[in-house]
């Protein structure tokens, strides 16, 4: 089965910065897309960033320039280097996987809609002021 666990949330100060992880395992696909998404309290679920087994990548306006994405294929392993922390990022983040046998990997229309199958349990990322 397939399954993603995420780590390396918690609470960082305003302006500073945190890396999370997120670990795939149980499939043997070569292909695929993975991303971030996030959901603060009373909000929806938003979409932050995506990149393929090909490592390229997308972001949402917002975060391009202070989060970037990451994967080590050979291990299966997600990043979000997360800078200059705001408290409005303060959220539960949460990794998705999503295979495709075909290019484009990643379908940002796919992506921002939310319809991902496999989701990580989700690791909680608190800014403080």
């Known amino acids: 089965d397939v399954r993603l666990v995420e780590s390396g949330g918690g609470s960082v100060p305003a302006g500073g910065s945190l890396n999370i992880s997120c670990a795939a395992s149980?499939?043997?696909?070569?292909?695929?897309?993975m991303g971030w998404f996030r959901q603060a309290p009373g909000e929806e679920r938003e979409v932050i960033a995506h990149?393929?087994?090909?490592?390229?990548?997308e972001y949402t306006d917002s975060e391009k320039g202070r989060f970037t994405i990451s994967l080590d294929n050979a291990k299966k392993t997600l990043h979000l280097q997360m800078n200059n922390v705001k408290p409005e990022d303060t959220a539960m983040y949460y990794c998705?996987?999503?295979?495709?046998?075909?290019?484009?990997?990643?379908?940002?229309?796919?992506?921002?809609?939310?319809?991902?199958?496999?989701w990580g349990q989700g690791t909680q990322v608190t800014v403080s002021t």
């Open positions: 990149i393929d087994s090909e490592s390229s990548s």
């Open positions: 149980g499939f043997t696909f070569k292909t695929y897309c």
């Open positions: 998705a996987i999503d295979f495709r046998s075909e290019p484009p990997y990643c379908r940002s229309n796919f992506w921002r809609s939310g319809r991902i199958i496999y």
